[in-house]
């Protein structure tokens, strides 16, 4: 016989952001924030548990805690407004359809009044319903409720972990094109935005619409595990070295990878009488123990339960768990089953099916309508213990604003918007934006890099690159940066004398030039002394007049024809004596780079030369890191390269990173510039990054230890399964906590064998751990590939067709073709 839903609905009303149900049960709806998986150690699990203990203990007598978790399986898509690059086109275009298990807390606080009966399987609210009792309309009691929700809300939120919001009427009852919460349990409703009317059937179990659902319980203290706690192992992402925790319920909440509700129920009823019903039990057990082994075995655990309640101070409650799981194809009902089976199993808990009293339990969880539970289907046990089996995590959440990584979540791949940059110096979490990067070779070092830049570059930011190998050269093409190279035919050139449109020669350009000049002129071991450093001032002050409205084109060439004629006659004038500023050694230890010489070349660039405008700018330093001469002038030319956008280029972001060249620079002098970096970059909108493979280099150099690591926030290690056994060393030298450390080995443990992608660890200000995917579409690979077969097919598609986008384009599509 069929009813229709209006008449049987236990909800009254909704009124001041609180349900009422017909039985005079008033409801307080939170809407709850969880932390996100795998970012909590054993003994965060273990305060966050002892958090819900203390916030159960607040709630008053005849009060219950209802919490439902519904974790949905969505498939992603992108929903950008904004136009975008190629390759996060290509990236948008790899990920549609992704599927990913959403996720959506509410705590619910329930109020039952005094009178009030407790329901069983033969009374509930869905085959009977009454007029709600005095005690709901006393104010006094609404209040006493009200604050004890409050101080409820306040515990959990000073946890740090977690955050509630309370919903309002227009959350928890529909609108006109909107579900509210109460229907959206009614009718498993998937989308906040959608509203659709389904049958409720309740014949062959639970099937709602085309929804078959399946109800399995843990409702009997026989079929729980010997065993609980806040925190449980797990197993895949542990190795020998570090044990990884995850929350004990897991398995039931976002590891359960299907349509499902995860409710979990907490009534406090009143202890003292829980107390003394047992103690009559205890007496009945103790009298027939004899008789049976069974009620011997029954008297011990009852003695125990209460001398535990007494000793320890506990709070007697009663609780129930269960999962509510659907499908909508028939063809997958054994195989939910057996997904849930699983999961209860890995808890060492017996999986129960309801059947029978299915209905009961699934109206019972209406938003609301807690208070009507059955009760023979809960067990007896103490706050500490259920909450062990609340769901403690939620799913990875992208970061507020538009800027970001897009990385991987750790289970599905699902897309999220990652800022470790802005986002944490807003939070109090770090204090700079500087980053320091650990990956040996072959970790995907040399992808999250590019994947990194390339975000950045998208944002608007300026971007310096030092490199060594060509990691960055498809990138740089990609984006029409400038990428400076040295190769006999088209050796590296630059121009420091140049002066951009709309630039002026001020100090600091003036500084630069001058370090540069007697970076020439002088040794490492030699000193300069003050009148050589005023002479070349007044040269240089000189030079800039002479030149102006001349047509004369600034650069090193006619900077020296300048000192060769008529400074010397300055100086001559001058009575500037030799001992003073030697300008005869000054211009014969300068000749070789003048026009003729040997390096000539270097210094008088008449193309790329308005570098502080030019976004994305590549020194690929390969062929002379070795070069005794040409090295230190080109990496102080970069450094002032970045110095200057950082100074002038004022609100927009700077990055300079650099790669494996750090080595050489910190051998060359350049220890400075590298600590002036760090120290300095944060106050200019800007970052410095440094990226390196191998250990010895982080141990052993002092430059990397107290300029890079002490002034980087921000540190991201890649694979570091090979060094494991001496993991002890880098995790000092880091100052990696124990929960980061089972992080950082956890990386690449338990990867999707039909997916490509490598893992990364990104720890922010020791405060914030996360392991996150590098997965990127095709385009994307072939553009960031330091493979070089791959790159020559690259660089011949991109020539055929006239451009680099073209060219992966093509290449990308003909590979999806061949499989």
């Not at 909440?253 to 019903?277: M, P, S």
């Not at 194809?329 to 209860?344: D, F, N, R």
């Amino acid at each position: 016989m069929e009813k229709l839903l209006d008449d049987l609905l236990p909800i009254l009303d909704v009124e001041h952001d609180m349900i009422l149900s017909r039985q005079g049960d008033v409801t307080i709806v939170f809407r709850a924030e969880m932390p996100e998986i795998f970012t909590l150690s054993e003994q965060q699990y273990e305060a966050f548990h002892q958090t819900w203990v203390k916030a159960i203990k607040m709630l008053p007598s005849r009060a219950l805690l209802h919490k439902q978790d519904w974790f949905v399986t969505k498939e992603f898509s992108a929903n950008r407004s904004e136009p975008v690059s190629f390759l996060s086109q290509a990236s948008d275009k790899f990920f549609k359809g992704r599927p990913y298990l959403s996720h959506e807390c509410y705590v619910m606080l329930t109020k039952s009044p005094q009178e009030r009966k407790l329901s069983s399987s033969l009374t509930s609210n869905l085959i009977r319903s009454s007029i709600a009792p005095r005690q709901t309309l006393d104010k006094a009691a609404l209040d006493d409720f009200l604050d004890s929700a409050t101080q409820f809300k306040r515990i959990l939120e000073d946890s740090g972990m977690s955050r509630l919001t309370q919903l309002q009427n227009d959350q928890l009852l529909s609108q006109a094109r909107r579900a509210g919460l109460i229907e959206k349990y009614a009718f498993l409703l998937t989308g906040t935005d959608q509203r659709l009317l389904r049958e409720i059937s309740f014949e062959k179990g639970i099937q709602i619409g085309d929804r078959l659902c399946s109800l399995y319980t843990l409702a009997d203290a026989a079929d729980l595990p010997g065993f609980c706690s806040a925190a449980t192992t797990y197993e895949r992402y542990s190795t020998d070295r570090a044990k990884f925790s995850v929350g004990f319920a897991s398995l039931l909440g976002q590891l359960l990878a299907c349509n499902h509700i995860y409710n979990q129920y907490v009534f406090t009823g009143e202890g003292e009488k829980t107390l003394k019903r047992l103690e009559s039990k205890r007496l009945r057990l103790q009298s027939l123990s004899i008789y049976a082994r069974e009620n011997s075995l029954a008297l011990e655990a009852t003695n125990e339960f209460l001398n535990e309640a007494i000793r320890e101070q506990r709070l007697p409650v009663k609780a129930h768990f269960n999962v509510l799981a659907w499908t909508e194809e028939h063809g997958s009902v054994k195989e939910l089953k057996s997904m849930v089976s699983s999961a209860l199993a890995q808890l060492d808990s017996s999986a129960k099916q309801e059947t029978s009293g299915a209905p009961q339990i699934f109206w019972a969880g209406i938003p609301g309508n807690a208070a009507d539970f059955p009760m023979n289907d809960t067990f007896d046990t103490f706050a500490e213990q259920a909450a062990c089996f609340f769901n403690l995590e939620g799913p990875y959440r992208s970061s507020k604003g538009s800027f970001g990584i897009r990385l991987g979540d750790r289970l599905t791949g699902k897309p999220v918007l990652v800022d470790i940059s802005d986002e944490p110096i807003k939070k109090g979490i770090c204090t700079n934006r500087n980053k320091f990067i650990l990956g040996p070779s072959g970790s995907g070092k040399s992808f999250f890099t590019n994947h990194m830049v390339r975000s950045y570059y998208d944002s608007g930011a300026h971007i310096v690159l030092v490199d060594v190998g060509h990691s960055y050269k498809g990138l740089c093409d990609m984006v029409s940066g400038y990428y400076f190279t040295y190769d006999e035919k088209n050796p590296i050139r630059f121009n420091p004398f140049y002066i951009a449109k709309g630039d002026a020669l001020d100090t600091e350009k003036k500084e630069s030039i001058k370090t540069l000049l007697l970076a020439l002129w002088k040794k490492d071991d030699e000193t300069f002394r003050r009148s050589e450093y005023v002479a070349l001032s007044v040269a240089l002050a000189q030079y800039y007049e002479h030149i102006q409205d001349s047509g004369i084109f600034p650069c090193f060439d006619s900077f020296y024809e300048f000192l060769q004629t008529q400074f010397v006659q300055v100086l001559k004038q001058d009575q500037v004596k030799d001992k003073d500023f030697d300008i005869g050694n000054f211009l014969y230890v300068l000749r070789p780079y003048y026009r003729g010489g040997e390096f000539d070349y270097l210094l008088n660039a008449k193309e790329n030369i308005d570098l502080l405008s030019e976004r994305f700018i590549v020194f690929e330093l390969d062929n002379i890191k070795e070069h005794p001469i040409l090295f230190p002038i080109v990496t102080i030319i970069i450094m002032e390269v970045f110095i200057s956008k950082m100074r002038k280029l004022s609100g927009i972001r700077k990055v300079i990173l650099i790669e494996e060249a750090w080595k050489a620079i910190a051998k060359e002098g350049m220890a400075e510039y590298i600590k002036y970096l760090f120290k300095t970059v944060r106050k200019f909108f800007g970052e410095a990054i440094v990226v390196t493979q191998e250990v010895e280099d982080i141990i052993s150099s002092p430059i990397v230890k107290q300029a890079i690591i002490n002034n980087s926030d921000c540190k991201i290690l890649l694979d570091q399964s090979k060094y494991q056994n001496k993991f002890d060393q880098i995790q000092e030298l880091l100052g990696l906590t124990e929960k980061e450390k089972s992080l950082v080995l956890s990386v690449n443990k338990a990867n999707d064998p039909l997916l490509r992608y490598k893992e990364v660890f990104i720890s922010l200000g020791g405060a914030l751990s996360k392991v996150y995917r590098t997965e990127v579409s095709l385009e994307e690979y072939l553009t960031y590939t330091t493979e070089q077969t791959e790159k020559i097919k690259v660089q011949q598609y991109a020539q055929q067709l006239g451009s680099i986008q073209a060219g992966v384009a093509a290449l990308a599509q003909q590979m999806r073709r061949n499989g």
